[in-house]
Nanobody, 134 residues
């Protein structure tokens, strides 16, 4: 069973940067695809970024492409989300999630699309608050 803990959230001015971390306690983290979702007050939880377990295929929401970068360090059982050029619209609780029962698809584009589906992920962290002031 995986236990995910997010950290790195906080208050930052527009244009600033933050790096979120997602640390896993299980022993098979390198075998899981991992994502970041976010939820703003009064809104649905939405996909932000993901990285697949085997080939490191990344997928990003259009709203964060070019500003956010997801990466993983399997030796440390940790996934990172580097967030640059932050905007007030990025304000939300950010959740890390792991897909422990899904393997990558053969085709890269299909994998990228699949990574965006919330239903793919069966373990979730408690979230970390990110607030971007204007």
């Amino acid at each position: 069973q995986e236990h995910l803990v997010e950290s790195g959230g906080g208050l930052v001015q527009a244009g600033g940067s933050l790096r979120l971390s997602c640390a896993a306690s299980g022993g098979f983290f390198s075998s899981y695809s991992v994502s970041w979702f976010r939820q703003a007050p009064g809104k649905e939880r939405e996909f932000v970024a993901a990285i697949s377990w085997r080939r490191g295929i990344t997928s990003y929401a259009d709203s964060v492409k070019g500003r956010f970068t997801i990466s993983r360090d399997n030796a440390k059982n940790t996934v990172y989300l580097q967030m640059n050029s932050l905007k007030p619209d990025d304000t939300a609780v950010y959740y890390c999630a792991a897909a422990t029962a899904w393997g990558e698809l053969a085709e890269t584009h299909s994998t990228r699309v699949a990574l965006t589906f919330r239903g793919l992920y069966n373990y979730w962290g408690q979230g970390t608050q990110v607030t971007v002031s204007s």
